[in-house]
């Protein structure tokens, strides 16, 4: 089983500041790291795929980067929407599909 | 218009039952797969459970294995079985589309709580 470790555990920012957030994986998963956003009472939403690529509706101010076991997420100007849970995905090495245990992203 | 729409959960004590449904709609179970995956209160996002119906595959999480049970049916409907429940089985429930990449969780259903306790 891939086990993902997610920095920080909480991140408190403001809007307008660049937020970076990690998650690193116990071994190599290429390039199949997944993002996604939760808000509270909400569904997640998958953001980002295989590393760099933004889902339909993901605003282009979210961005990724990394390969094998060190993952970015980097959201470069924080919007009072985007203050929310954030969790990596791997899809590499199944069964199980594994998450991170999330940063939470606040004000 | 892709949607998954959840049905089902609710309290049940620990040893007992529930069962969940999964209704899909804008796309077929032959052509994509269902997971399960849950969120304990006040914690992270834990994978379940898995199901392909032209693959015949089946996966579970350890957590679940031996205890929960996964099928579909024509109607284009999945359901997650879940049986000696325990009260660390308490979470939301959600029901998500595979993307066509694998492993991916693409159209997530709007989730139902699930509360084990006595």
């Known amino acids: 089983e891939v086990l993902l470790t997610q920095s920080p555990d909480t991140l408190s920012l403001s809007p307008g500041q660049r937020a970076t957030l990690s998650c690193r994986a116990s071994q190599g998963v290429g390039k199949y790291l997944a993002w996604y956003q939760v808000k509270p009472g909400q569904a997640p939403r998958l953001l980002i795929y295989d590393v760099s690529n933004r889902a339909t509706g993901t605003p282009a101010r979210f961005s990724g980067s990394g390969f094998g076991t060190d993952f970015t997420l980097t959201i470069s100007s924080l919007e009072p929407e985007d203050f929310a849970v954030y969790y990596c995905q791997q899809r590499d090495v199944w069964p199980p599909w594994t998450f991170g245990q999330g940063t939470r992203v606040e004000i | 218009q892709v949607k998954v729409v959840q049905s089902g959960g609710g309290v049940v004590r620990p040893g007992g039952s529930l069962r969940l449904s999964c209704a899909a709609s804008?796309?077929?179970?032959?052509?994509?797969?269902i997971h399960w995956v849950r969120q304990a209160p006040g914690k992270g996002l834990e994978w379940v459970a898995f199901?392909?119906?032209?693959?015949?595959?089946k996966f579970f999480g350890d957590s679940v294995k031996g205890r929960f049970t996964i099928s579909g049916d024509n109607s284009n409907t999945v359901y997650l079985q879940m049986d000696r429940l325990r009260p660390e089985d308490t979470a939301v429930y959600y029901c998500?589309?595979?993307?066509?990449?694998?492993?991916?969780?693409?159209?997530w259903g709007q989730g139902t709580p699930v509360t084990v306790s006595s």
């Open positions: 998500v589309k595979d993307n066509e990449l694998g492993g991916l969780f693409d159209f």
């Open positions: 804008g796309f077929s179970l032959n052509d994509f797969g």
């Open positions: 199901i392909r119906y032209n693959k015949d595959f």
